[in-house]
């Protein structure tokens, strides 16, 4: 999915407890498309278990021990490591000898800055990073007054088609790895941490790219963000919010992880014969089948479920589908979901624009009288294409001089 303007709302709800149902999703594209062998990203310390970690060092002749520091300098420290191993010699309870030489083989650049971006005042930075074959990819900081929040990128493009959606038009050009993911959340904490901002506590898997279509890495990615330091970044689960078009064998193997992440559903339409056309992979897995698993997760985790609806004029924004929308909800329970109806951003050149003030209020009149809470969702970041649907990193992988725009 992509990106928000700020994190849905979720929340407990009650209910049984659902069966998970694990499997492998299926009839969407998960790989490469660019034709050329993928060459694996470097490995690095934050995707490795503690136990990988400490094998690793051992690897390269150093103690065991070694491994716990430089995770406390990870993700505690906020160290980050240069091309030419800056920051490394910041690390003074290593050896001096080991310090450059661990950080090259556990700390590598994986993430390269290329353009920032800044709007709302400088409270909304994008950030589009080169990764190590010259992929692109977006994340999006934003501080809000209660809450610093991150938008991360699952995957470079994305394969799922949605016709309104920047990112989709470019297809996907590969997964991310995990470290990949992972370092998107670090370098927010990082710059958080240089001007002496309130800490990262919110992360949305909303940037480019369908989370669950790269199911493993964004798990490994989730559970180091979410494990104490020095494990991980030490984050509350709740503050993790997932999204997906509806890739039901992954919402359900999602369901039973354990874990109370929040899952954003981009519905987009209630009925088969648009969201067919919205997003396409609505042929495979129809409205029913993805709410019938959203009310699963919902039940399975205790966490209300986000329904993503991206209002177009003329297109989705009718209030017949408003109480569609509503009786497909209803019909499922109550307390389980909430609906948030974002704004439509433009896309260059799209035929696709948002809906009419009055017509957007009336559709959430529709859905909060029939009992659905509902909050229309502010869009960080228009000014930019850091906004919902706007992600596209620019084609380009040539370095630009960052903005020098911070706060
Ligand atoms: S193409 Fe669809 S799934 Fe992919 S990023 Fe865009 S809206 Fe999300």
Known sequence: ??????????????????????????????????????????????????????????????????????????????????????????????????????????????????????????????????????????????????????????QAGCGMGCPFCATGQAGLTRNLSAAEIIEQVMAAARVQAGVGGPRVGNVVFMGMGEPLANYRPLLVAVRALTSPSPAGLGLSARGLTVSTVGLVPAMDRLAGEGLPLTLALSLHAPDDDLRDELVPVNTRWPVREVLDAARRYAGSTGRRVSIEYALIRDVNDHPWRARALAGELNRRGRGWVHVNPIPLNPTPGSRWTASNPDVESEFVTILREAGIPTTIRDTRGREIDGACGQLAAGGTDRPQALAQSRP
């Not at 390269?60 to 920051?87: D, N, S």
């Not at 800055?113 to 990764?131: F, H, I, P, S």
Request: hydrophobic share 40%.
């Open 1 to 154: 999915m992509t990106l928000p303007g700020s994190e849905p709302v979720g929340g407990p709800v009650g209910g049984p407890v659902g069966r998970a149902v694990g499997g492998p999703v299926r009839g969407v594209v998960t790989g490469p498309v660019t034709g050329r062998r993928p060459v694996r990203p470097p490995r690095h310390l934050a995707e490795l278990t503690e136990a990988e970690r400490v094998e690793a060092v051992v690897a390269l002749g150093e103690k065991g021990f070694r491994a716990r520091q430089l995770a406390v300098h990870y993700f505690e420290h906020l160290v980050g490591i240069g091309p030419e191993g800056e920051g490394a010699e910041g690390m003074t309870d290593l050896p001096a000898a080991s310090r450059t030489r661990l950080a090259a083989a556990l700390l590598p650049v994986l993430l390269t800055g290329v353009r920032e971006l800044t709007c709302d005042a400088g409270q909304t930075v994008k950030t589009v990073w080169r990764l190590h074959d010259g992929a692109l990819v977006e994340s999006v900081l934003m501080r809000y007054p209660d809450r610093v929040t991150v938008c991360a990128s699952s």
